[in-house]
Antibody, heavy 120, light 107 residues
Framework: EVQLVDSGGGLVPPGGSLRLSCAVS????????MSWVRQAPGKGLEWVSG????????YSADSVKGRFTISRDNSRNVLYLQMNNLRADDTAAYYC?????????????WGQGTLVTVSS | EIVMTQSPATLSVSPGERATLSCRAS??????LVWYQQKPGQAPRLLFY???SRATGIPARFSGSGSGTEFTLTISSLQSEDFADYYC?????????FGQGTKLEIK
């Protein structure tokens, strides 16, 4: 089955760290660009970070630059998001998303989301 | 940063009627625009990419159009399962920005 399974969310205090994972199955992971997209409770969608097929190129929104790092392990079929120095406004459901072939930042497959809550 | 503006914020339509949702970009995004549908508690679902190319499995009652700065999503005859939130997103320029969404509700 073609699917993305997000994990790693939880409750973390301000200034803390968390690493999200996205396990991929059912397709050739190394052939697709990937991204993380988040959604604060009751709010809209915000693109967070993206990564090329090889992992050699990464892109991040200004709101997370210098704090979040996207990476991938093509041998294990896993996408990661390392989140450091977390703030209250990082509280959101985080989705991993697959880029459509030929349209790398149009997302045709999404994980179920993992909730990150930043609070003391 | 390209700002995406969707209108209206909420659209009330009766089943069987037509719904028209709009998305405007603050500068040209060519045809590099997608539409997503999201239901409560679910991840978004891709409807259209390239402004008008229907994604796999999307019914023909959905259509997408536009280019440059003005885009439209039309649902020709609303079914009960179509009532949801809809988002547009541009992928022409980093950062890849979303509209704030349109909530399509039953009238």
């Amino acid at each position: 089955e073609v699917q993305l399974v997000d994990s790693g969310g939880g409750l973390v205090p301000p200034g803390g760290s968390l690493r999200l994972s996205c396990a991929v199955s059912g397709f050739r992971f190394s052939s697709y660009a990937m991204s993380w997209v988040r959604q604060a409770p009751g709010k809209g969608l915000e693109w967070v970070s993206g990564i090329s097929t090889s992992g050699g190129s990464t892109y991040s929104a200004d709101s997370v630059k210098g704090r979040f790092t996207i990476s991938r392990d093509n041998s294990r079929n896993v996408l990661y998001l390392q989140m450091n120095n977390l703030r209250a406004d990082d509280t959101a459901a985080y989705y991993c998303a697959r880029g459509l072939r030929g349209h790398n930042f149009a997302f045709d497959l999404w994980g179920q989301g993992t909730l990150v809550t930043v609070s003391s | 940063e390209i700002v995406m503006t969707q209108s209206p914020a909420t659209l009330s339509v009766s089943p069987g009627e037509r719904a028209t949702l709009s998305c405007r970009a603050s500068q040209s995004v060519s045809s590099n625009l997608v539409w997503y549908q999201q239901k409560p508690g679910q991840a978004p679902r891709l409807l259209f990419y390239g402004a008008s190319s229907r994604a796999t499995g999307i019914p023909a009652r959905f259509s997408g159009s536009g280019s440059g700065t003005e885009f439209t999503l039309t649902i020709s005859s609303l079914q009960s399962e179509d009532f949801a939130d809809y988002y547009c997103q541009q992928y022409n320029n980093w950062p890849y920005t979303f509209g704030q969404g349109t909530k399509l509700e039953i009238k």
